[in-house]
């Protein structure tokens, strides 16, 4: 297998992707973060001492996906056609999974800046809350779909 961020040299580089074509581009990723009943209760209710958790992470993860060629060596600048972030609450494990969506008419994929748009969504709900639960756990982070460029559409299968 060869790693097309390396060049002859071993040396890092940014992949040349001028001769690739441009596709509509899409990738859907997601994580959760896990937190105490009460916790969990007062993010839903949006009575947190900060303020409205889910709606401040939601901004922080559509800002990241904007943001990730910053965050990430290597990655190209896209110019992103569509971002979201939903939440799903989890009343029986008192958990919130964050699902991220990208779309993208480029010259390479999205599937980095949905892992970084769920990922910042996820630090953000942590930061917001942990003055009352340090205990949260983050976890699952994970590319569920992708569709367009060469490589074609990948559906995670769990």
Same mark, same amino acid.
């Given at each position: 297998?060869?790693?097309n961020h390396?060049?002859?040299?071993g040396?890092?580089?940014?992949?040349?992707?001028?001769?690739?074509?441009?596709?509509?581009?899409?990738a859907?990723?997601?994580?959760s973060i896990?937190?105490?009943k009460?916790t969990?209760?007062?993010?839903?209710?949006?009575?947190?001492?900060?303020g409205?958790v889910l709606?401040?992470?939601?901004?922080?993860?559509i800002?990241?996906m904007?943001k990730?060629?910053? *965050?990430?060596?290597?990655?190209?600048?896209?110019p992103?056609t569509?971002?979201?972030?939903?939440?799903?609450?989890?009343e029986d494990?008192?958990?919130f999974?964050?699902?991220?969506?990208?779309k993208?008419d480029?010259?390479?994929g999205v599937e980095m800046?949905?892992?970084?748009?769920?990922?910042?969504? *996820?630090?953000t709900?942590?930061?917001?809350?942990?003055?009352?639960?340090k205990?949260?756990?983050?976890?699952n982070?994970?590319?569920?779909?992708?569709e367009?460029?060469?490589?074609g559409s990948?559906q995670?299968?769990d």
């Open positions: 297998m060869t790693f390396f060049d002859e040299k040396n890092a580089h940014m992949v040349d992707v001028s001769e690739k074509q441009i596709t509509s581009r899409r859907v990723a997601s994580g896990y937190m105490k009460e969990f209760h007062r993010v839903l209710k949006g009575n947190m001492k900060k409205d709606g401040v992470a939601r901004l922080a993860g800002m990241a904007k990730t060629s910053d *965050l990430i060596p290597l990655c190209h600048p896209l992103i569509n971002s979201s972030i939903e939440f799903i609450p989890h494990t008192y958990s999974e964050v699902v991220a969506t990208c993208v480029g010259k390479t800046e949905a892992l970084t748009g769920v990922s910042l969504a *996820l630090l709900v942590y930061d917001m809350c942990k003055a009352m639960d205990e949260m756990k983050i976890s982070i994970l590319l569920k779909e992708k367009g460029g060469k490589s990948f995670r299968k």
